[in-house]
């Protein structure tokens, strides 16, 4: 019989990265390359985050594809693009709130393609310009589907059709 230990330890399913988007300042509008570079410490290349000093929480933005047809949902629109919620990478297959911790002493990473190993920090919350991005009622409808943060714990080549898999530290 399986107990919470060690069902938290291993995940057998992978998901896959859908989409890139770098932002080089703030209020610019997103790139979209193929392919970006993940700086230990930093964030991505090329991704306004990634220029800073470094060591912050924030250094990189997840968003859950399945999470998009929920927000166009609520929002009552048949679609939204991924690009309108300025998170930098979007990552299908996988369930990326269950990269929380549930044991202090079990640390979940994210492993991107065979190089980039991210931690997740915490959620990503929505700001005030998802109103004027998306509509009104934008804010509340993105608090619990605007993805996570992660802080990038070893660097390397991150490319869209990448795995995207869970490691826990033991």
Do not use: W
Request: proline share 5%.
């Amino acid at each position: 019989m399986n107990d919470l230990r060690s069902l938290v330890s291993s995940c057998p399913l992978a998901g896959n990265l859908d989409a890139i988007f770098l932002r080089r300042a703030r209020g610019e509008a997103v790139l979209r390359p193929h392919e970006c570079r993940a700086i230990e410490g930093f964030g991505l290349e090329g991704d306004r985050t990634a220029g800073g000093r470094g060591g912050g929480k924030r250094q990189v933005t997840l968003l859950q594809a399945e999470h998009l047809a929920v927000v166009a949902a609520l929002l009552r629109r048949p679609a939204v693009d991924p690009a309108d919620l300025r998170r930098n990478l979007v990552i299908s297959g996988l369930n990326l709130l269950a990269a929380r911790p549930l044991f202090a002493d079990q640390p979940v990473r994210l492993l991107i393609g065979p190089e980039v190993v991210l931690e997740v920090t915490g959620p990503c919350e929505p700001c005030s310009k998802m109103e004027e991005r998306l509509g009104a009622g934008a804010y509340h409808v993105l608090r619990g589907h605007g993805g996570v943060t992660a802080r990038v714990v070893r660097g390397g080549r991150v490319a869209i059709g990448q795995s995207v898999r869970f490691s826990v530290v033991q």
